[in-house]
Structure formats: structure tokens, C-alpha cells
């Protein structure tokens, strides 16, 4: 019989923005020893004077240009145990091409590019789907808190529907207000419109839709239901084994 378990080391998340991605990527990422690579913030540390223009007037970056700042990216910094192994100017020194993707891509023209267009050894694998209902994430990102001292996210709502039962996540010291290091908590301004949420929401489903049904065709895809929060991420881990 053919082993079906071929190290996958090549990986990109989706889901809602409030589906937990950043929260299930940092530990997947740990525990299988994948760096990281978030869109968001490569992108802004390499847009340039014009590309900052297009947006400013309301304008979507084109996916080609998104393509290639994330092939460099994957190109430069994308390696498994890069510290051990960084030969500067060559990277094929730098051991093998690995990385979990966090908002790429997010078009289907995007989704091509990964799968198809780069060279084979950096292409993407597969996709997780990290696959939260639009009601779940509105309640849990109604109840998102965050520390103004030291950054960490706190969640004052419970969700117990449709199956997910995912817990509160409050400080060791039970305040809804106070961080563990003493900081007020605050909500997030854009979580607290809910208006502008679903929005965001709407428009984010309807352009993953497709990057989903791409990775599921080539059989590149695995749903992760979280129905009990960070609980399940042992279910998550069962697949990488
Ligand atoms: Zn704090």
C-alpha cells in the first residue's frame, strides 16, 4: 500500500478573518517548525510609493504584483530551520522551502499563483480551512478583548451553537477589564460595528469561496471545525502525523 503520509510542509490557512487563523497558525507553526509568512505584513513592509497611491484611492492591488512580494518572501524566508542553514545569496542552501500562509491567497487569480505558476519546489501544498460559520465568528468577534499594555487577546463571549461550544477566554484573575499584567482590556472599534463586521465578512466569503473549491478540486484541502476552540487543536495536529 502507498503511504499517504508525504510530509506536507508547504501550507496556507483559510477562513474568516475572527475564525482563530492567527491563534491556530502560531501553534500549528510551532508544532510542525514552519515559520509564518502573514500577508498583511509583508505586504506593507514592501509597498511602494505608487502601489501606496492605487490604494489610497480605493484601488485593489493587483494580484500579480501580491504574487510576486509573496514569492520573494516565500523565496528568502521560507525554509524549514533557516537559522541552522542560511548560505546568503543562494537559497538553495537554505534547506527545504516550508511555510504556513496567513491571507494568502485570497483571490482565485492568487490561488493560481501558488499552485500552478511558482517554481514546484516552493508551491503550496495544502490548504486549511479553518471552517467557523459566519454567526460564530460575529459572536466571537463581538467578544474580542485586548490588553493595552501587553497586547494579548481575551474573548468574553461563549458560543453554544450549531455544535461549537467554545468557551469564554478571560484572564487568570476573571476580570473582563484587567489584563493579568494589570492593563485595561479594550474592544476593537472595527469588531464593535457590526454593520462594517458583516460586511467585511461578506466580501471575504465571497472571494474565498472560489479560493476554497480551487484547493478542493486538486484535493489539496482539509476542513479543520474547530467546534470546541483551541481545544480541538489536537485533531489539527492528528493530520500532520
Ligand atoms: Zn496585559
Redesign the pocket.
Known amino acids: 500500500m502507498q503511504s499517504t503520509s508525504r510530509t506536507v510542509s508547504r501550507l496556507t490557512l483559510l477562513g474568516l478573518p475572527g475564525s482563530g487563523k492567527g491563534t491556530y497558525g502560531s501553534l500549528l507553526s510551532s508544532q510542525l517548525s514552519l515559520p509564518i509568512l502573514t500577508a498583511s505584513a509583508i505586504m506593507s513592509s514592501k509597498m511602494t510609493p505608487e502601489m501606496r497611491e492605487v490604494t489610497k484611492k480605493g484601488n485593489l492591488v493587483p494580484d500579480a504584483w501580491i504574487g510576486g512580494v509573496m514569492k520573494d518572501a516565500v523565496l528568502s524566508s521560507g525554509h524549514k530551520n533557516v537559522d541552522e542553514m542560511v548560505v546568503e545569496g543562494d537559497s538553495s542552501q537554505r534547506g527545504e522551502p516550508a511555510y504556513i500562509l496567513d491571507g494568502y491567497p485570497r483571490t482565485e487569480g492568487q490561488a493560481l499563483q501558488c499552485l500552478d505558476d511558482w517554481e514546484e519546489r516552493i508551491r503550496t501544498d495544502l490548504a486549511v480551512f479553518i471552517d467557523v460559520p459566519k454567526e460564530v465568528v460575529l459572536a466571537k468577534l463581538s467578544g474580542r478583548l485586548v490588553?493595552v499594555?501587553?497586547g494579548?487577546g481575551y474573548n468574553d463571549v461563549a458560543v453554544d451553537a450549531g455544535g461549537f461550544d467554545m468557551p469564554t477566554m478571560l484572564p487568570s484573575n476573571g476580570s473582563r477589564s484587567q489584563?493579568?499584567?494589570g492593563?485595561c482590556l479594550r474592544r476593537r472599534d472595527d469588531d464593535t460595528d457590526a454593520g462594517v463586521v458583516e460586511e467585511r465578512l461578506r466580501v471575504y466569503e465571497r472571494q474565498t469561496k472560489p479560493v476554497i473549491d480551487l484547493f478542493a478540486e486538486r484535493g489539496k484541502l482539509y476542513t479543520f471545525t474547530p467546534f470546541r476552540g483551541v481545544a480541538d487543536i489536537g485533531k489539527l495536529y492528528e493530520k500532520f502525523e
Open positions: 490588553c499594555e501587553c494579548k489584563c493579568d499584567c492593563g
